[in-house]
């Protein structure tokens, strides 16, 4: 016989063995998939397969053949620890009779007794205690953190170390201090202008060029029984020449840098009035910013006199601009019109309301003079 026959006679062999090979893989892979699409239920030991059987040995000879006929599904893929098909079975089967036997969940049902609780009082009656490890468990034991476990102890043990106390106490006493303050009317307040900085290279500091001060105003309110919001005015030293800075620092005058004061009332003006040489002392700007203070209490005076008389009835249909100077208002069917200098009325016109002009010009005459008896004038003409 020839080397030819001889291996053809193998061949034939081996495609034999494949065949046979390939019919016992097909069965193995059909008897796995319908074991794991039917899970055992019950714990009882079923015989080995014959095929499984015949392979272990193939398997352990080429561990390479197994892992490419199992590789193809992930979810019959076998560790490599496991050297046979029967410790695979059996690892598979514990798997499963343990998810088996363990006893599903249960939902916890909260409590809700009256079943119609706020939210805040189910939260705290239902919610579980949560409590941050934020400290090593060697020192955990030496500290108090029970304050940790929620917002609500936190607060009452920084009420019990009197915290709470002494931030109220602080708040209180500015409030105190600040309304105290108020009740001058006219206070002063240091401030610096950043623009005025410059740094001094020979005592390498940072120094003010040019002084800065501000004047707040409170007034009270007595038709709000509140204090008005409060005006301020900020002044600023001129900036001296070198040669008056040497000579006559005395000569440096104060003037007005801003101010939040209302445009009825001419701060220029009253400054220029009551310092026409310019403010230069502390006390000039006292007196400005008091003359500030008594013209704006007198626009507000004037303003709660009006508003006094309206409420009681003696004139209606009340018209003024905001200093109260130019007032328009009815006395039953005569409708008037005032004019007013700080506290005196200096001209009044009848609109309406009398025809007999020798009359009308009685009254109007009648009306001037002091605007604290106006109220009294009122009456006689009604």
């Excluded at 390939?22 to 080995?48: A, C, D, E, N, W």
Aim: contains cysteine; aromatic residues 8%; hydrophobic residues 35%.
């Amino acid at each position: 016989m020839s080397v030819i026959d001889e291996l053809e006679q193998d061949i034939s062999a081996l495609k034999g063995e494949i065949d046979l090979l390939k019919r016992k893989t097909s069965l193995l892979k059909s008897q796995i998939k319908g074991k794991r699409s039917k899970p055992k239920k019950t714990k009882s030991i079923k015989p080995r397969n014959s095929v499984l059987t015949e392979f272990d040995t193939l398997f352990e000879q080429f561990p390479q053949l197994r892992d490419l006929l199992f590789g193809k599904y992930d979810a019959l893929s076998v560790p490599d620890n496991i050297a046979t098909t029967a410790e695979y079975d059996q690892i598979s089967d514990a798997s499963i009779n343990t998810k088996e036997s363990e006893t599903p969940r249960k939902r916890v049902k909260l409590n809700d007794d009256k079943g119609h609780l706020p939210e805040s009082e189910w939260v705290l009656q239902n919610q579980r205690p949560l409590t941050q490890q934020i400290f090593d468990t060697s020192i955990v034991n030496e500290m108090d953190v029970d304050i940790l476990s929620s917002p609500s102890k936190r607060k009452a043990k920084l009420g019990q170390n009197g915290h709470k106390d002494k931030v109220l106490n602080k708040l209180q006493q500015k409030i105190t201090m600040e309304n105290m303050l108020r009740f001058f009317g006219v206070t002063f307040f240091p401030l610096v202008d950043p623009v005025d900085l410059e740094f001094n290279y020979e005592k390498q500091k940072i120094e003010v060029a040019r002084s800065m001060i501000g004047i707040r105003l409170d007034l009270f309110n007595p038709d709000k029984s509140a204090f008005e919001s409060p005006y301020y005015i900020l002044l600023k030293k001129s900036q001296p020449s070198k040669k008056v800075a040497n000579e006559d620092l005395e000569s440096v005058k104060w003037t007005i840098f801003k101010h939040t004061i209302p445009i009825y009332l001419d701060v220029t003006g009253i400054m220029r009035a009551i310092n026409p040489n310019g403010a230069r002392s502390y006390a000039d700007l006292f007196i400005f910013g008091k003359e500030v203070y008594i013209q704006w209490a007198s626009a507000l005076e004037r303003r709660h006199i009006f508003n006094i008389l309206e409420s009681k009835g003696v004139i209606s249909k009340l018209k003024n601009d905001f200093p109260s100077t130019a007032v328009l208002f009815s006395v039953k069917q005569v409708k008037i019109q005032i004019f007013i200098d700080e506290k005196n009325i200096t001209s009044c016109s009848i609109l309406g309301g009398i025809k007999d002009g020798e009359l009308k010009a009685k009254w109007e005459t009648f009306l001037n003079g002091p605007l604290s008896d106006l109220e009294f004038k009122l009456s006689q003409l009604t």
